[in-house]
């Protein structure tokens, strides 16, 4: 998930600018929003942290492991087609066994993932090979091991970001730590509502105590990103159930649509079609829309024989829709299209919202600046608290 606001930890929202706890159901509110804020706040001060280089995750990898320049070809240059590409691949990288294809058009490349093959020396590292699609010609392999600067970085930011390098229960946790944010978000505006009758909106006291000062600048702040802090509470705690989610597609939605046959072991099965013919199938099933992936068969997934593609379209909001192909490995034919279920779709939809990436660098800077205010109403949170519980 990406970086989260909202009120945070223990801050108080008097009715008035005293230190009595709020009574009746104020109270109820008031210890809603301490301890749910209290619980998550220094973990949503690590994912906003680690949020923050993420929003620029292109940018900072351009800069940093800059890539060889695109050479201009001659017009009437024939593309190679996919086959002839993994060809080359498999002749440099024997030891590898290929696992996906990416075909991406701006600028237009293909990418390939390796992983170790039976034959492979123990510690071999998986790679991930790019070419140029208008000519083939190979343009970088990097292992994962072997990673520039900027990959290195985003990699680290990455895993802090979306599960603290504890896997999926590291995603659940802080799925719960979202929901949990969520939460005090929403008992802060319930406990903001008295205290605006008291304070013309936008008021800082910066007059009075210090503590005071904070207390309405957090407050203000915290009103102010209400919206978006909530809808970034709510995405990211959705975004840390993606991998149940896909399991759980896997073994309904998936094998539902194979279910007319029963699928052989993997050495039934060979040899398979081209990957290219693999390709023209699916784009003929899905007109319209572009089909950017396709994974190798494989019995992990509970497809040993078919490949899967993923299609989506040409818009701001499409390309985060995907559908997926299903094409029999062995003979080429069209198994299935597969509309998403509507929690995957859900998911989806939440990704733009979440990311922010679908205008560019200046909803970039945008979610940047927010993700920054959020850090200081997290840090005056923390303040508050501090500073209330002294004697």
Same mark, same amino acid.
């Given at each position: ?161 979306? !599960?603290?390098?504890? @896997? #999926? =229960?590291?995603?659940?946790? &802080?799925? /719960? ?6 939460? *005090? ?24 105590a210090r503590r005071l000062k904070w207390l309405d600048l957090h407050n203000l702040l915290g009103i102010v990103t209400v919206t978006w802090a909530l809808m970034m509470g709510l995405t990211g705690a959705l975004h840390e159930l993606a991998v149940p989610f896909f399991r759980h597609w896997l073994s309904t939605d998936v094998q539902a649509a194979l279910s007319t046959g029963r ?34 068969? !494989?019995?992990?997934? @509970? #497809? =040993?024989?078919?490949?899967? &593609?993923? /299609? ?6 499409? *390309? ?27 998911l989806q939809f939440s990704r733009p919202l979440h990311y922010g990436d679908t205008a560019g660098l200046p909803l970039k800077l945008i979610w940047a600046a927010l993700d920054l205010v959020m850090i200081v109403i997290l840090g005056s949170g923390l303040y508050l608290w501090r500073r209330r519980a002294r004697p």
């Open positions: 998930m990406r970086p989260q606001a909202g009120a945070a930890p223990g801050a108080r929202q008097p009715a008035s600018p005293s230190r009595r706890a709020p009574a009746g159901r104020g109270k109820t509110w008031y210890w809603l929003h301490k301890w749910s804020s209290l619980v998550c706040t220094l973990f949503l001060l690590v994912v906003c942290v680690s949020g923050l280089p993420l929003i620029f995750d292109e940018e900072i990898v351009a800069w940093l492991d800059p890539s060889p320049p695109w050479p201009t070809l001659a017009p009437a240059t024939p593309a190679p087609s996919l086959d002839a590409i993994i060809d080359a691949a498999r002749a440099r990288h024997g030891e590898h066994r290929i696992v996906d294809v990416e075909v991406l058009r701006d600028p237009p490349r293909v990418t390939l993932g390796l992983a170790p093959g039976p034959q492979a020396a123990p510690g071999t590292p998986s790679l991930r090979l790019e070419f140029d699609a208008r000519d083939g010609a190979p343009r970088a392999a990097i292992a994962d091991s072997d990673e520039g600067l900027g990959r290195r970085i985003v990699t680290l930011m990455t895993r802090l970001h979306i !599960d603290l390098y504890g @896997g #999926l =229960p590291g995603q659940l946790f &802080l799925g /719960a730590m979202a929901l949990l944010f969520a939460l *005090a978000v929403v008992s802060g505006v319930v406990l903001y509502h008295p205290y605006m009758k008291k304070l013309p909106f936008g008021t800082v006291r910066g007059h009075r699928e052989p072991s993997p050495a039934d099965v060979a040899p398979w079609v081209p990957v290219q013919q693999a390709y023209a199938t699916a784009r003929a099933a899905v007109p319209g829309r572009q089909v950017e992936s396709l994974r190798f068969p !494989d019995a992990g997934l @509970g #497809l =040993p024989r078919h490949y899967l &593609l993923w /299609a989506k379209g040409d818009t701001a909001l499409g *390309a985060h829709l995907f559908d997926a192909v299903l094409v029999d490995a062995p003979t080429g034919k069209l198994t299935a299209v597969l509309d998403m279920p509507w929690y995957l779709r859900a």
